[in-house]
């Protein structure tokens, strides 16, 4: 899909495929065009050019909305409302019955962690508290695919955690999220894939779950490093460099590294520490966003 304003291209080339029942990660900078392409998915915005589809239909077909969950990233609700009235509403909204909405509103409550504070107003609420019962309505109706934008903005480390631990519950019970987060090591955690969007466009889509496979940077503390030692490296890994007692080097994988300590061993080398260092979701979003990139 691609969409214009006017002389600016907001999305260049969105492709991209979310598989059914995982959690998938929308990592881009600032600018990348990451928010349009979510309200496109969700038939607020239409593209200048392509399709969508979501759940095998066009996005946004109304039998299809029906089955979404939504939690923007700057939201307004009726602040006059308490939560349960809010989620009474929303309910609505998407159709349920109210003899559902009585049994559902006080698990949600429960689930997010607001049922002490359900005879507040939303106007007396925190921001961590705004952005939980934001959670609540975008899961009201139980919906199939959640589209969150900034879940945990906000949110202290407890309540970062609460967010992970219902995001998680909702990939157990089927449901598809897409997230949208800058917060890269709860995305490292919590999701299953990521795609990359940088000017518009995805450059590049990771399973999380293969990461650990990966390359592998590893600092070995030895002595008695032998230059034939380094060079019989080769196998194993695709650099290595020695300065005095320190070998760093770049491991094909950590499945490797046996038979790295089995080599220096062999080549008379005394080893006395082997730390090896997986690249982070934040180290492969810089090598592929660039240095001057921000999030």
Known sequence: MRKEYGNKVAVRKLSLM??????????????????????????????TSGEAFVLGERAGDVAVRRKIGFLPEHFRFYDWLTPAELLRLHGRLCGMAAAKLRERIP???????????????????SKGMMQR????????????????????????????RLVRDVIRAQRERGATVFLNSHLLSEVEVTCDNVAFLKDGEVVAAKDLHALG??????????????????????????????????????????DVLPHVVRHLAASGADIYSLI???????????????????L
């Open 18 to 47: 979310v598989p059914l029942g995982s959690i998938f990660g929308f990592l881009g900078p600032n600018g990348a065009g990451k928010s349009t392409s979510i309200k496109m998915l969700l038939g607020l915005v239409k593209p």
């Open 107 to 125: 698990v949600m409550l429960d689930l997010v962690g607001l049922t002490p504070h359900r005879d507040k107003r939303v106007h007396d609420f």
């Open 133 to 160: 019962i934001g959670l609540a309505q975008a899961l009201i109706h139980e919906p199939e695919i959640i589209f969150l934008d900034e879940p945990t903005s906000g949110l202290d480390p407890m309540g970062r």
């Open 213 to 254: 496979e990966a390359e592998v940077h590893v600092v070995v503390r030895a002595r008695q490093l032998s230059p034939q030692a380094i060079a019989g490296l080769a196998p194993w890994t695709t650099a290595a460099s020695v300065e005095g007692e320190q070998l760093t080097m770049t491991a094909r994988s950590s």
């Open 276 to 294: 090896p260092a997986r690249a982070s979701l934040e180290d492969l979003f810089v090598r592929i966003m660039g240095e001057d990139r921000g």
